[in-house]
């Protein structure tokens, strides 16, 4: 890549950005393959079919194509259903066999009681009592008993390394059913957070420990648990409490059937069954098949697309939608602020003034107007911009005017990179005393990023590193394994309170070379650490939270361990033609990614429209 400068990267790119838009917009799909019917002309009314009585029984065979929600997702988890094997993810459909104590809905703010009715902590969170709900029943008729979770609690103390273990392996002392319906988690720390992060679910947070069912899993060796796959249709396996079972599962779909009978509905906590009769998984493959699908009403909810992407679309096609409906930013705030995350155990990013230099090199607005076409929201906090946590970010304004990230500077880059005891070579590139030049490359995974990369690369470039945007096939290892210098990644933390964000600091960084996915930055800092454990034992409402969350900013801000860059949006068009009353920003019941925990609550709040 040639040198250019800063004039002429404005210039070039925002004319590229500018005439790619303009060529998308116009552009036809492509015609995928035509599905069952015919559907009317664009804005011709849909003809309404009536409404048939769905059949109970399981599997349910033929399902019609306004009864069956299509979910246009990651690869479909073949044939195995068991949260402890190695690469499960509830991330590949299988999150609407997840039923949890509580659900949180980040979006409205609001604690969604399930499968507990109530939750009660002793007076220093040593001990949680939850009480559930009566009539709860397993999926083969079972009662579903607080003994049940107890079961299921102890073996992930017992047994090391399970799934989603690792909150009650550290923090859990002993469990205990006092009766079917009440549960006793005693301690060995104080935890005010301990029902929300382990028995509540919220996006993608949320363990699975209500979620499995000891009449099937009582006699499977302990070293046998990550290899039980526990698929099987006849036997109606997995047993879960769920409204829905699978009936098939391969490796180019999985198809999630709603059981003859639902508890919520039998115990009166919901008026009805969810309106889909049938979920059916499909393997995601790109940007464009998603949106030709999505314009032929072939599918109803795909990955989150790209912000140039989801505009041709609307353009194209008025049966569909977004969170914030047809106008940008495309989609709601996700819980995951990117930055340009350093890896600061690698010389000279191991120095706070070389972070900062990449801080003033790097123009947030401009990534987001270039890459975005303004489609956006700048970040200058690790934190996603919800209400609670506005509260904290509000009252520290002094320490963000003061560490101001988000100031453009190649000169005060330039002071700080000599500072740091770097020179600029022949090249016009910042090397070392040693001479090593700075590996600036900046590591980021498409189509993820790759509107993103190249131009913050471009812009490291212009005030002097050496930097390209690199995705190799082992991207996402490359990031975590110390290879790469700069990369591109989300912060996935707090939701309703700072601790979560501040906890992906918290970890002993392992080696060089390993894969550290909890401490990703390799950063530590001792008075960091040491506050964070008196926020850890300090609870959610007490006002001693935001005296501690502005001593922490300001050591995060002096040391700048990662570039704040911008908000991360889910940006999800949605099929409105056979599919109503999905999440929006008039209606935010919960955020609408079906591949999240809270993919229950998502569909129990859609209305079959009956178009043909």
């Known amino acids: 890549m040639s040198k250019i400068t800063r004039r002429e990267f404005l210039r070039v790119t925002a004319a590229t950005a500018a005439g790619a838009f303009l060529a998308a917009c116009g552009a036809k799909a492509?015609?995928?393959?035509e599905v069952e019917g015919e559907a009317p002309a664009e804005g011709e009314t849909a003809p309404e079919?009536?409404?048939?009585?769905?059949?109970?029984?399981?599997?349910?065979?033929?399902?019609?194509?306004?009864?069956?929600?299509?979910?246009?997702?990651?690869?479909?988890?073949?044939?195995?259903?068991?949260?402890?094997?190695?690469?499960?993810?509830?991330?590949?459909?299988?999150?609407?066999?997840?039923?949890?104590?509580?659900?949180?809905s980040v979006m409205a703010d609001k604690e969604i009681m399930w499968q507990a009715e109530s939750y009660k902590f002793n007076e220093d969170a040593t001990e949680v009592t939850v009480v559930f709900r009566k009539g709860i029943k397993w999926s083969d008729g079972t009662p579903f008993t607080?003994?049940?979770?107890?079961?299921?609690?102890?073996?992930?103390?017992?047994?090391?390394?399970?799934?989603?273990?690792?909150?009650?392996?550290?923090?859990?002392?002993?469990?205990?059913?006092?009766?079917?319906?009440t549960l006793k988690v005693t301690l060995n720390q104080t935890d005010w957070r301990f029902f929300s992060k382990s028995m509540s679910a919220r996006y993608d947070l949320g363990d699975?420990?209500?979620?499995?069912?000891?009449?099937?899993?009582?006699?499977?060796?302990?070293?046998?648990?990550?290899?039980?796959?526990?698929?099987?249709?006849?036997?109606?396996?997995?047993?879960?409490?769920s409204a829905y079972g699978a009936s098939e599962s391969t490796e180019t779909n999985t198809k999630y059937d709603l059981r003859p009978t639902w508890w919520a509905v039998e115990t009166g906590l919901v008026e009805k069954e969810p309106a889909p009769w049938r979920i059916l998984q499909l393997p995601?493959?790109?940007?464009?098949?998603?949106?030709?699908?999505?314009?032929?009403?072939?599918?109803?909810?795909?990955?989150?697309?790209?912000p140039l992407v989801v505009g041709n679309i609307l353009n194209q096609a008025e049966h569909l939608t977004t969170y914030t409906g047809r106008k940008p930013p495309y989609g709601y705030l996700d819980w995951w602020p990117i930055s340009v995350q350093c890896c600061t155990m690698k010389p000279p990013f191991d120095n706070p003034k070389v972070r900062w230099a990449v801080a003033y090199a790097i123009n947030q607005q401009q990534v987001l107007d270039i890459a975005w076409f303004?489609?956006?929201?700048?970040?200058?906090?690790?934190?996603?911009?919800?209400?609670?946590?506005?509260?904290?970010?509000?009252?520290?304004?002094?320490?963000?005017?003061?560490?101001?990230?988000?100031?453009?500077?190649?000169?005060?880059?330039?002071?700080?990179?000599?500072?740091?005891?770097?020179?600029?070579?022949?090249?016009?590139?910042?090397?070392?005393?040693?001479?090593?030049?700075?590996d600036g490359d900046l590591y980021a995974g498409v189509p993820l990023f790759g509107d993103l990369a190249p131009v913050v690369a471009e812009q490291l470039r212009i005030a002097g590193f050496k930097s390209e945007h690199k995705a190799p096939p082992d991207v996402w290892a490359a990031k975590v394994d110390g290879r790469a210098s700069l990369f591109l990644f989300g912060h996935g933390g707090a939701t309703y309170d700072p601790l979560d964000t501040f906890n992906l600091y918290k970890s002993v960084p392992l080696p060089m070379g390993e894969q550290d996915w909890s401490n990703i930055t390799r950063w530590q800092n001792a008075d960091f650490l040491a506050l964070l454990q008196e926020m850890t034992n300090t609870a959610m409402?007490?006002?001693k939270m935001k005296e501690l969350f502005r001593s922490m900013m300001e050591i995060w801000y002096t040391e700048l361990p990662d570039v704040p860059l911008v908000q991360w949006y889910h940006r999800i068009p949605v099929n409105t033609w056979y599919w109503?009353?999905?999440?929006?920003?008039?209606?935010?019941?919960?955020?609408?990614?079906?591949?999240?925990?809270?993919?229950?609550?998502?569909?129990?709040?859609l209305k079959a429209t009956n178009n043909a």
């Open 580 to 605: 109503d009353n999905w999440p929006n920003e008039e209606n935010p019941y919960i955020n609408t990614a079906l591949w999240h925990q809270t993919m229950l609550v998502v569909v129990m709040g």
């Open 30 to 33: 492509t015609t995928a393959p």
């Open 541 to 543: 409402d007490d006002p």
């Open 374 to 438: 303004g489609a956006g929201t700048v970040a200058n906090s690790p934190f996603p911009n919800y209400p609670k946590l506005l509260g904290y970010l509000n009252d520290i304004k002094d320490l963000t005017d003061k560490y101001n990230v988000l100031e453009y500077s190649v000169t005060k880059c330039a002071e700080l990179m000599t500072e740091a005891g770097c020179t600029k070579n022949a090249d016009g590139f910042w090397a070392m005393a040693d001479g090593t030049v700075v």
């Open 208 to 241: 699975y420990y209500t979620n499995f069912a000891p009449q099937v899993w009582k006699d499977v060796p302990e070293d046998q648990l990550t290899a039980f796959k526990v698929f099987d249709v006849a036997k109606g396996w997995p047993i879960t409490t």
């Open 146 to 181: 607080a003994g049940d979770v107890a079961w299921s609690m102890d073996l992930h103390k017992r047994v090391a390394g399970l799934n989603r273990g690792g909150t009650v392996a550290a923090e859990m002392e002993a469990v205990e059913a006092v009766d079917d319906t």
């Open 284 to 306: 995601f493959t790109n940007d464009t098949t998603a949106a030709q699908l999505l314009i032929n009403k072939e599918i109803d909810h795909p990955l989150d697309l790209r």
């Open 49 to 104: 079919v009536a409404e048939v009585e769905r059949p109970k029984t399981f599997p349910l065979g033929d399902v019609p194509r306004n009864k069956t929600l299509i979910y246009y997702n990651n690869t479909p988890c073949a044939g195995n259903m068991n949260p402890l094997a190695s690469g499960w993810t509830h991330q590949n459909g299988n999150a609407i066999l997840l039923e949890y104590p509580a659900f949180y």
